[in-house]
């Protein structure tokens, strides 16, 4: 966190927690009381404060969650923010009892557009949401709408490449094929809000993330503009929905957008109009529904093997590419690596955690302050994959603090591991001690082994000793009574 950026330092103590009111990928969110301001407030948990916090120092609009302060005592980190009575805009719209016209869903419309507007264009510093969708809008005081949640946020001139951080019905074509990003993607996000407000429908209802990604990149698909919505409104949503990000409108020019609609008469009433017929195009909406499920299920088996095939040269590009990046990370200072940069840093034993490594966002300075509590608190429980990544983070900090010469003398090392059932070959320096700590982890498996053997043999002994005992005073007791 930049030494310039401050905020209010809360201590736990200084809170008590209620309900849990939602959560997500970068941690959980509570109600709670502020105790010493005796106001009510919302506390997100996290497990390394780090990019939020500081995003959130930065930003002070309306339109935007307020930012109070955050709980730095490790592991217990948080922030804490205003808290919004009236829940998510999701929530809200899922509601039937929350009917809208034309007038509710212009102002609201606007305001998360001045939102997105500040951090784009109005901000310290321009921000990229990356994560725009109606959970993480949220209804406020006066019925005001802001936008909260920056766990997924960037600054522009960081790095742009994205992973799968949003959620895929929100998501542009370009941030599902992971591809370099700007600010454009906040629009297409923006397109699918602006159809929530209008239709009160859940995006892609029951159609799976990936099968989303797969309609929206690979065939074209978009989110179905019933025919009888309101032309100004129809256009808008088409425009942020453009396959190429240069083509859609920025948010000066939605508002520009928005507020001309103000100066329609006939809008209103076009609106409204749309709105109480909802059951007619709803049904619109419904028949894309179930052309897009049956899509999938409907692929000849030339398709099925073409994009079998796509997968396995996918997965095959991705194993060159972090074979490729593990041989070069290692010259580069950690404390720089992206998140993508550590999920590519690891072995394939290890990536299997690649998601859960995103989810957290741990970067190459997160990687070096890793903890055994903080690998099991993240969800990975293997004792020796936990191992494993110490291990490997301890020998980055060695590597950090070593200087390297420019010109090293290159080694091969070939080491094969055979014991029992295990096998494990590495090539190079960076392997032969991970051999070693597999070697050493074996060995311990069998002393283990050797002990839990040697308390049965134990126990076994003792229990013949008392059979023997047993035996021998049933004999005493026999001769007892023939003596008598």
């Given at each position: 966190m930049d030494a310039g950026i401050t905020f209010c330092e809360i201590a736990l103590d200084d809170l008590e927690f209620y309900e849990r009111c939602g959560g997500g990928s970068f941690g959980s969110v509570y109600r709670a009381k502020w105790?010493?301001?005796?106001?009510?407030?919302?506390?997100?948990?996290?497990?390394?404060?780090?990019?939020?916090?500081?995003?959130?120092?930065?930003?002070?609009h309306r339109n935007i969650i307020q930012f109070y302060g955050a709980v730095m005592e490790e592991p217990n980190y948080c922030l804490i923010t205003e808290f919004a009575e009236k829940g998510s805009l999701y929530d809200y719209l899922q509601n039937p009892n929350n009917p809208m016209d034309f007038q509710h869903i212009l102002t609201w419309a606007r305001e998360i557009a001045q939102g997105m507007n500040y951090l784009h264009n109005e901000a310290p510093t321009k921000i990229i949401h990356r994560d725009l969708k109606s959970k993480n809008v949220v209804i406020a005081v006066q019925n005001?709408?802001?936008?909260?949640?920056?766990?997924?946020?960037?600054?522009?001139?960081?790095?742009?490449?994205?992973?799968?951080?949003g959620t895929f019905p929100w998501m542009a074509p370009e941030v599902i094929q992971s591809q370099p990003v700007s600010?454009?993607?906040d629009t297409w996000s923006y397109g699918v809000v602006l159809w929530e407000l209008l239709t009160h429908e859940v995006p892609y209802r029951g159609i799976e993330g990936f099968q989303v990604a797969w309609?929206?990149?690979?065939?074209?698909?978009?989110?179905?503009?019933?025919?009888?919505?309101?032309?100004?409104?129809?256009?808008?949503?088409?425009?942020?929905?453009?396959?190429?990000?240069?083509?859609?409108?920025?948010?000066?020019?939605?508002?520009?957008?928005?507020?001309?609609m103000l100066s329609d008469d006939l809008l209103p009433d076009q609106t409204n109009s749309f709105l109480e017929h909802r059951e007619v195009w709803?049904?619109?909406?419904?028949?894309?529904?179930e052309r897009l499920k049956r899509a999938e299920s409907n692929l000849t088996a030339k398709e099925r093997e073409l994009m079998e095939r796509e997968i396995k040269l996918i997965e095959r590009e991705k194993t060159l590419e972090q074979q490729f990046k593990t041989v070069h990370?290692?010259?580069?200072?950690?404390?720089?690596?992206?998140?993508?940069d550590v999920c590519k840093s690891h072995s394939s034993d290890l990536a299997q955690y690649a998601d859960i490594f995103l989810q957290h966002n741990i970067t190459g300075k997160r990687l070096l302050m890793?903890?055994?509590?903080?690998?099991?608190?993240?969800?990975?429980?293997?004792?020796g994959h936990s191992m494993e990544l110490m291990a490997r983070s301890i020998e980055r900090i060695r590597t950090l603090e070593t200087p390297k010469d420019k010109s090293p003398v290159h080694r091969q090392i070939t080491v094969t591991l055979i014991f029992g059932h295990h096998l494990r070959q590495g090539k190079g320096p960076e392997d032969l001690f991970i051999v070693v700590f597999d070697l050493f982890i074996v060995v311990f498996d069998l002393f283990v082994v050797v002990c839990d053997l040697f308390i049965v043999v134990l126990k076994f002994f003792i229990l013949v000793c008392d059979l023997f005992i047993v035996v021998l005073k049933f004999f005493i007791v026999v001769l007892d009574l023939s003596s008598l």
């Amino acid at each position: 966190m930049d030494a310039g950026i401050t905020f209010c330092e809360i201590a736990l103590d200084d809170l008590e927690f209620y309900e849990r009111c939602g959560g997500g990928s970068f941690g959980s969110v509570y109600r709670a009381k502020w105790k010493s301001e005796n106001i009510i407030v919302a506390v997100k948990k996290l497990l390394v404060l780090d990019k939020e916090a500081h995003v959130l120092s930065l930003l002070s609009h309306r339109n935007i969650i307020q930012f109070y302060g955050a709980v730095m005592e490790e592991p217990n980190y948080c922030l804490i923010t205003e808290f919004a009575e009236k829940g998510s805009l999701y929530d809200y719209l899922q509601n039937p009892n929350n009917p809208m016209d034309f007038q509710h869903i212009l102002t609201w419309a606007r305001e998360i557009a001045q939102g997105m507007n500040y951090l784009h264009n109005e901000a310290p510093t321009k921000i990229i949401h990356r994560d725009l969708k109606s959970k993480n809008v949220v209804i406020a005081v006066q019925n005001v709408c802001k936008i909260c949640d920056f766990g997924a946020s960037r600054f522009m001139g960081s790095t742009t490449k994205m992973s799968l951080a949003g959620t895929f019905p929100w998501m542009a074509p370009e941030v599902i094929q992971s591809q370099p990003v700007s600010d454009a993607c906040d629009t297409w996000s923006y397109g699918v809000v602006l159809w929530e407000l209008l239709t009160h429908e859940v995006p892609y209802r029951g159609i799976e993330g990936f099968q989303v990604a797969w309609l929206v990149v690979e065939k074209g698909e978009r989110l179905t503009i019933p025919s009888t919505c309101p032309p100004c409104f129809a256009k808008l949503m088409q425009q942020c929905w453009h396959t190429d990000p240069k083509l859609r409108p920025n948010f000066k020019d939605i508002l520009l957008t928005l507020h001309t609609m103000l100066s329609d008469d006939l809008l209103p009433d076009q609106t409204n109009s749309f709105l109480e017929h909802r059951e007619v195009w709803r049904k619109e909406i419904q028949a894309t529904l179930e052309r897009l499920k049956r899509a999938e299920s409907n692929l000849t088996a030339k398709e099925r093997e073409l994009m079998e095939r796509e997968i396995k040269l996918i997965e095959r590009e991705k194993t060159l590419e972090q074979q490729f990046k593990t041989v070069h990370l290692d010259s580069y200072d950690v404390n720089t690596w992206s998140e993508i940069d550590v999920c590519k840093s690891h072995s394939s034993d290890l990536a299997q955690y690649a998601d859960i490594f995103l989810q957290h966002n741990i970067t190459g300075k997160r990687l070096l302050m890793l903890t055994l509590d903080r690998i099991h608190a993240m969800g990975i429980t293997s004792t020796g994959h936990s191992m494993e990544l110490m291990a490997r983070s301890i020998e980055r900090i060695r590597t950090l603090e070593t200087p390297k010469d420019k010109s090293p003398v290159h080694r091969q090392i070939t080491v094969t591991l055979i014991f029992g059932h295990h096998l494990r070959q590495g090539k190079g320096p960076e392997d032969l001690f991970i051999v070693v700590f597999d070697l050493f982890i074996v060995v311990f498996d069998l002393f283990v082994v050797v002990c839990d053997l040697f308390i049965v043999v134990l126990k076994f002994f003792i229990l013949v000793c008392d059979l023997f005992i047993v035996v021998l005073k049933f004999f005493i007791v026999v001769l007892d009574l023939s003596s008598l």
